[in-house]
């Protein structure tokens, strides 16, 4: 009997040697798999989206992947973070698709990047910012447009030379109804003075300057049945209602103006047929002439 209790504890005894072995083996390759693992970070970075630009031109574009706003001049090759919130260059009421930059909100050519916005707390009202480079993104100037001013809707900004520029933006609407407000500079966007009003409050639906007196405003309604254009020739000092003589046979078909635009001798100005629209599928429009600058 002894000599059996002496068995079985030798071999419980060899079972203990090789289980502590085993363990300690591993538990020294446990740094090794760490290491091992390092190399995940690496692997996270390479996660990273490669950045496919949205050409403005053939060298041109934008990027908004990654939660942030870069800009390229060379094909991808290089880029440049421009110092702004995505959140920032979406909010209002109007907030576009947040694949791409809202339309008309932002100038990016070889002689100039810029980009309107809207930052603050709607509680208090927002602010309205310009933020340009004339040197592709190398440095950056903010000029604050207007203050406090609602939720924006409508938004657009355009230069027609080094100096000149229009804004149109438009906020707090109810229904058919909202505020706008058009904004001109004469030094490149450093600085920015308000029009003034053109007395109407029906919803903005498109705008802009022909030259440095010349400019125009088109409203509409959420349902259009007619165009509404106003114009100035004195740089926004007063405004005047626009008239178009649709012919009969297309009234209430073609309800609304689109930019007007400079055409030989004349300025020219198509109607489209609104959001609702069905005259051979809505895909036609009316143009019409003006020679008396609209």
């Known amino acids: 009997m002894d000599k059996f209790i002496l068995g079985v504890a030798a071999v419980i005894m060899i079972g203990l040697s090789i289980s502590t072995f085993y363990y300690e083996s591993t538990s020294k390759e446990k740094p090794q798999l760490w290491d091992g693992q390092s190399p995940q970070l690496s692997t996270e970075n390479e996660r990273t989206e490669t950045l496919q630009p949205i050409y403005t031109d053939e060298q041109i574009g934008y990027s908004l992947q990654n939660d942030q706003l870069q800009i390229t001049f060379d094909q991808g090759e290089n880029w440049t973070n421009v110092p702004v919130e ?3 260059l979406f909010s209002g009421e109007y907030n576009g698709n947040r694949e791409e930059l809202i339309n008309h909100s932002y100038i ?17 009202g927002k602010r309205v910012i310009f933020i340009y480079s004339l040197d592709q993104g190398q440095n950056w100037e903010k000029a604050i447009v207007t203050e406090p001013y609602p939720s924006m809707r409508f938004r657009k900004v355009n230069f027609l030379n080094d100096k000149f520029g229009y804004m149109i933006v438009s906020g707090d609407r109810t229904m058919s109804q909202e505020m706008s407000n058009v904004f001109l500079t004469y030094d490149g966007g450093r600085t920015w003075k308000g029009t003034n ?6 919803l903005l639906s498109d705008g802009g300057f022909i030259d440095e007196k010349v400019g125009f405003l088109s409203l509409s309604y959420i349902n259009p049945q007619e165009p509404i254009l106003y114009f100035t020739k004195d740089a926004g000092n007063t405004w005047k209602s626009a008239t178009i003589k649709v012919p009969e046979k297309y009234l209430e078909i073609f309800v609304r103006a689109e930019m007007p635009f400079k055409e030989d001798d004349h300025l020219a100005v198509l109607l489209n047929q609104g959001p609702n629209g069905d005259y051979l599928g809505g895909r036609v429009k009316g143009k019409f002439i003006s020679n008396d600058s609209g």
């Not at 100039?112 to 707390?121: C, I, N, P, Q, T």
């Not at 009003?197 to 029906?202: D, E, L, M, Q, R």
């Open 197 to 202: 009003p053109s007395g109407v409050t029906n």
């Open 108 to 124: 990016l050519n070889e002689k100039r990047a810029a980009f309107l916005y809207s930052d603050g707390l709607a509680e208090v």
């Open 86 to 88: 995505p959140d920032q």
